[in-house]
């Protein structure tokens, strides 16, 4: 069975830096694009950056130059490097994983249970 486990949240101060962590277990291969998500209240799922197993990245408008995608491809491991956070960073993040379309594994995605960043002014 697949599991995410994030790890890494927690209370920071507005300028401040977080590093979140997330680690997929029990897959056999190795996920085409792992990333991070965010979610506020009453809002949808958004995208904060994204890593394909080549090292492609894809990063929100809102986190572009402040955060940074890390991933070790051979341990199923994202990291998100946070710096400059601001209030608006408080929100709950959420890591994926997930095979591309077409993929000879079978096309599965998965996601961590979510961990809080509160960012205080």
């Known amino acids: 069975q697949v599991r995410l486990a994030e790890s890494g949240g927690g209370l920071v101060q507005a300028g401040g830096s977080l590093r979140l962590s997330c680690v997929a277990t029990g897959s056999t291969f190795t996920f085409d694009d792992m990333g991070w998500y965010r979610q506020a209240p009453g809002k949808q799922r958004e995208l904060v950056a994204s890593i394909t197993a080549a090292g492609a990245r894809i990063y929100g408008d809102s986190v572009k130059g402040r955060f940074t995608i890390i991933r070790e491809t051979r341990e199923n491991t994202v990291y998100l490097q946070m710096n400059s956070l601001e209030s608006g960073d408080t929100v709950v993040y959420y890591c994926?994983?997930?095979?591309?379309?077409?993929?000879?594994?079978?096309?599965?995605?998965?996601w961590g249970q979510g961990t809080q960043v509160p960012v205080s002014s």
């Open positions: 994926n994983a997930r095979t591309a379309v077409g993929s000879r594994f079978g096309e599965y995605e998965y």
